[in-house]
């Protein structure tokens, strides 16, 4: 008989849109395209499990009755609690997403930060596959997302993005919204506000590897090679899904016992 084939819903909370993709977990693929739903303002607990669960009803027939769904949040998750967020309601603050969400949903549920979510997807299937030692994965949009994946191992809620520089959040400066909210070049943006973050960064963690990932990626020929930098930095390979592979990869572990952030 053939293998069944591993299937998890995968689901990415942004501040504009809520998108969601059954993700193929042999193959870290998607399976259909993305479903996108406008974020609900406010973006409360409430309003957004509104959403989620549509998007479940939407792929109903596509997935496994008891297939997981991984969700991806904008902040701190511990263990599918939240416990910071920056660009959604602060309503979420403390919430039981996992919990509160199986009981909405009827199906086992994780919740995970972003950019942890991404650095899972691009560790097992994209740029950072088979690459040993300490891999950061940051992802550059409103603010910086960081994972941190340690021989293939998620260490969870690196809040790179929060580093205080020159007396500054260091996402304030150097996150891709700064580029456009200030009107900068690429040559600006990546000789002023990457080149000091990814060196700071790698001056406190010594990685073997930096992935950037974020909308601005698809753009990367036209600032990482700008960089100067003791640690290789390679573009993200799994772009704008990355979120959703990994969200759906992590709840499928999440569902089989193991617990990975
Ligand atoms: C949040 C992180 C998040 C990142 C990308 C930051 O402002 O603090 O938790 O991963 O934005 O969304």
């Known amino acids: 008989?053939?293998?069944?084939?591993?299937?998890?819903?995968?689901?990415?909370?942004?501040?504009?849109?809520?998108?969601g993709a059954p993700v193929d977990l042999d193959k870290g693929e998607m399976l259909l395209d993305r479903h996108k739903i406008e974020t609900p303002q406010p973006s409360t607990p409430r309003a957004i499990g509104e959403v989620v669960a549509q998007i479940a009803e939407f792929f109903a027939d596509d997935i496994p009755e008891d297939a997981p769904i991984g969700i991806t949040v904008p902040g701190v998750v511990q263990r599918g609690v939240v416990r910071f967020v920056g660009?959604?309601?602060?309503?979420?603050?403390?919430?039981?997403?996992?919990?509160?969400?199986?009981?909405?949903?009827?199906?086992?549920?994780?919740?995970?930060?972003?950019?942890?979510?991404?650095?899972?997807?691009?560790?097992?299937?994209?740029a950072a596959r088979g690459r040993d030692g300490l891999v950061i994965v940051t992802t550059l949009g409103t603010g910086i997302g960081a994972g941190l994946v340690y021989d293939g191992v998620l260490i969870?809620?690196?809040?790179?993005?929060?580093?205080?520089?020159?007396?500054?959040?260091?996402?304030?400066?150097?996150?891709?919204s700064a580029k456009d909210r200030e009107d900068l070049s690429y040559e600006e943006w990546a000789t002023g506000r990457l080149q000091p973050y990814y060196e700071y960064v790698e001056n406190l963690l010594w990685p073997d590897l930096f992935v950037v990932g974020g909308g601005v990626s698809r753009k990367s020929d036209k600032f990482l090679p700008l960089l100067r930098l003791r640690t290789p930095i390679?573009?993200?390979?799994?772009?704008?899904?990355?979120?959703?592979?990994?969200?759906?990869?992590?709840?499928?572990?999440?569902?089989?016992?193991?617990?990975?952030?």
């Open 156 to 176: 969870p809620n690196a809040e790179l993005g929060h580093l205080i520089m020159n007396g500054e959040k260091a996402e304030a400066r150097a996150a891709s």
């Open 87 to 126: 660009n959604i309601d602060q309503e979420w603050v403390d919430y039981d997403g996992d919990t509160h969400f199986e009981q909405l949903i009827g199906r086992p549920v994780h919740l995970i930060n972003d950019a942890d979510a991404a650095a899972v997807a691009e560790s097992r299937y994209g």
């Open 1 to 19: 008989m053939a293998k069944a084939q591993r299937i998890a819903l995968g689901i990415d909370i942004g501040g504009s849109g809520v998108k």
């Open 234 to 261: 390679v573009p993200a390979e799994l772009r704008n899904n990355a979120g959703i592979v990994g969200a759906a990869a992590v709840a499928a572990d999440y569902a089989a016992g193991k617990k990975v952030g």
